[in-house]
Nanobody, 116 residues
Framework: VQLQASGGGLVQAGGSLRLSCAAS????????MAWYRQAPGNTRELVAY???????NYADFVKGRFTISRDNVKNMVYLQMNSLKPDDTAVYYC???????????WGQGTEVTVSS
């Protein structure tokens, strides 16, 4: 399994970024796809996830600002991030968790920096 995340960068507070994750070597529809993030000195935390059936879930700290989506044909998952805050600064990781075994895979991370 390979997960290739991209789209991070430097943005001013209030701005937007769109993260992308390309998944390969897996049966995409058997995986819950998620974005996690880890800020310096903090533990990794769940940002949002999306199932192949269209169910999504968000951490409270991103509700109303971030939107996760997935393309089950292209094996892609996205995270649209709007109204970014300095507290959103972190490395964002793409995660694929098998829906029955719960075994999961991680991408390499993409860094997001939000300046005030």
């Amino acid at each position: 399994v390979q997960l290739q995340a991209s789209g991070g960068g430097l943005v001013q507070a209030g701005g937007s970024l769109r993260l992308s994750c390309a998944a390969s070597r897996l049966f995409f529809n058997n995986y819950r796809m998620a974005w996690y993030r880890q800020a310096p000195g903090n533990t990794r935390e769940l940002v949002a996830y999306a199932t192949s059936g269209g169910r999504t879930n968000y951490a409270d700290f991103v509700k109303g600002r971030f939107t996760i989506s997935r393309d089950n044909v292209k094996n892609m998952v996205y995270l649209q991030m709007n109204s970014l805050k300095p507290d959103d600064t972190a490395v964002y990781y793409c995660n694929a968790e098998h829906i029955t075994s719960r075994f999961d895979y991680w991408g390499q991370g993409t860094e997001v920096t939000v300046s005030s």
